[in-house]
């Protein structure tokens, strides 16, 4: 396999580069992680005249926000047929209404800036269940969007339907994010060692804030909110293919082991080989067998894989962190649908800190119901690997590791942590490297 390990867009985007924390500081809202949800709440709140600071423990948008498809939509699966018939009418409104403002303000800040947004078209298709695409289909038109029932004619995948939302968006996120974040107060290689109610202590200092944002991609704190419970996370493989088809739209499977198809600058990223962190996938090799059949003149340019945070039942979690901490707040959960979500987290923190918290806040509560069947799922998935009596063992609560030889880590399938082959910390929850 040649083509890079590297994203499209870190190969085609220049980041601004921020110092370090030197000293104390003293703040009105700290904000922890500098990825796109972090960003956006320290500009939103820094346009809204707060006094706030961010700090990233290495560089901005070196995790999820750089290894994203990028799409920009408030058709998430199918997730409006399921919120009206577990939550009700009025709730599945107010996750619209919230994702729709996403849309419009991610419109509002790309006008006149040169990050490649394009107005395209969402479906969301399902390769053997027509009746849940109808379902979907009268959920969306109920709550007034103008979706319709397409077939799924230009991506080479024998599909029962797709459901078509008109008028959504993709761009390049690091384009967007070096516009919006150069004269943000940021600090890079500032990690955070401790939070506790007040202040969070770098190794170069304490910073004083009133409030403190937890944008950590997985919260940080476990002895608060039980996000280890209540998170888990999943990969996801891009291949970037030259000499392959314009799908002319976006295209994302119901499934969660489905391909994603959306094209950017002649290049169609073809997305998929899903699986849970620290199991078996099909990752790039599933990829490439795909584009081998289906795209035989098609060469990969470059490749890349994220991982998401999956909540238990498909909401990201935005608010205060928990019932205990009134100044400590959490954006975190987006369930492969980061770009909508950061933006919408975003503005509802910002809402909250300014002391206007609207109706659609309860949604988002991380506070609401864990009374789901992931629940089960995952806490089952925990006492299996804390049980298992092998090494290495992950730093964040100590559950095995497993290796993962397509991309020679060791991964937790407890909480989705990762580690280099030499013990490097990767991906957290986990803070620090493995100790042996």
């Known amino acids: 396999m040649t083509a890079s390990v590297r994203s499209l867009w870190r190969g085609t985007a220049q980041l601004p580069s921020f110092a370090p924390l030197r000293s104390d500081l003293n703040v009105d809202v700290l904000i922890v992680g500098g990825g796109m949800a972090g960003i956006l709440c320290a500009h939103m709140l820094r346009s809204a005249g707060v006094d706030c600071a961010l700090v990233e423990a290495r560089k901005i948008c070196g995790g999820v926000t750089g290894n994203t498809t990028a799409k920009i939509t408030v058709q998430h699966g199918l997730i409006y047929d399921k919120l009206i018939r577990t939550s009700g009418f009025e709730r599945a409104q107010m996750y619209l209404h919230a994702n729709q403002r996403a849309l419009d303000a991610y419109r509002g800040l790309c006008a006149g800036m040169d990050c490649e947004i394009e107005e395209r078209d969402n479906h969301v298709y399902s390769r053997n269940d027509r009746t849940r695409l109808e379902r979907e289909l009268s959920a969306l038109q109920q709550l007034g969007v103008p979706a319709r029932m397409v077939?799924?004619?230009?991506?080479?995948?024998?599909?029962?339907?797709?459901?078509?939302?008109?008028?959504?968006?993709?761009?390049?996120?690091?384009?967007?994010?070096?516009?919006?974040?150069?004269?943000?107060?940021?600090?890079?290689?500032?990690?955070?060692?401790?939070?506790?109610?007040?202040?969070?202590?770098?190794?170069?200092?304490?910073?004083?804030?009133?409030?403190?944002?937890?944008?950590?991609?997985?919260?940080?704190?476990?002895?608060?909110?039980?996000?280890?419970?209540?998170?888990?996370?999943?990969?996801?493989?891009?291949?970037?293919?030259?000499?392959?088809?314009?799908?002319?739209?976006?295209?994302?499977?119901?499934?969660?082991?489905?391909?994603?198809?959306?094209?950017?600058?002649?290049?169609?990223?073809?997305?998929?080989?899903?699986?849970?962190?620290?199991?078996?996938?099909?990752?790039?090799?599933?990829?490439?067998?795909?584009?081998?059949?289906?795209?035989?003149?098609?060469?990969?340019?470059?490749?890349?894989?994220?991982?998401?945070?999956?909540?238990?039942?498909?909401?990201?979690?935005?608010?205060?962190?928990?019932?205990?901490?009134?100044?400590?707040?959490?954006?975190?959960?987006?369930?492969?649908?980061?770009?909508?979500?950061?933006?919408?987290?975003?503005?509802?923190?910002?809402?909250?800190?300014?002391?206007?918290?609207?109706?659609?806040?309860?949604?988002?509560?991380?506070?609401?119901?864990?009374?789901?069947?992931?629940?089960?799922?995952?806490?089952?998935?925990?006492?299996?690997h804390l049980l298992t009596p092998t090494v290495p063992r992950c730093p964040h609560m100590g559950c095995a590791l497993k290796y993962n030889p397509q991309e020679h880590s060791w991964d937790c399938p407890c909480h989705g942590s990762r580690f280099a082959e030499d013990g490097r910390w990767i991906d957290n929850p986990a803070t620090g490297d493995l100790k042996r």
């Open 151 to 384: 077939d799924a004619r230009p991506i080479p995948v024998d599909a029962a339907g797709a459901v078509c939302v008109p008028g959504q968006a993709q761009f390049h996120p690091l384009k967007f994010v070096s516009a919006i974040a150069k004269d943000l107060p940021i600090h890079e290689d500032t990690q955070v060692l401790e939070l506790a109610p007040g202040f969070a202590r770098t190794p170069c200092g304490k910073i004083h804030a009133k409030k403190i944002i937890v944008a950590t991609h997985f919260p940080m704190l476990n002895k608060h909110g039980f996000y280890f419970m209540k998170l888990y996370q999943h990969r996801s493989y891009v291949l970037a293919l030259e000499h392959a088809a314009d799908v002319r739209g976006m295209y994302v499977d119901e499934a969660d082991e489905g391909m994603s198809f959306r094209n950017s600058n002649g290049l169609l990223l073809l997305g998929g080989g899903d699986h849970r962190t620290g199991k078996r996938g099909g990752g790039w090799r599933e990829l490439l067998d795909f584009a081998h059949v289906h795209y035989p003149q098609a060469r990969a340019v470059c490749r890349w894989v994220t991982q998401d945070c999956m909540t238990l039942d498909g909401i990201p979690y935005v608010g205060q962190y928990s019932p205990k901490t009134p100044d400590l707040y959490v954006l975190t959960g987006f369930n492969k649908w980061g770009m909508t979500g950061a933006m919408a987290g975003a503005m509802l923190l910002r809402d909250m800190i300014l002391g206007k918290t609207p109706d659609w806040a309860e949604v988002f509560s991380p506070s609401r119901s864990i009374l789901h069947k992931r629940l089960f799922i995952n806490a089952a998935e925990s006492v299996i």
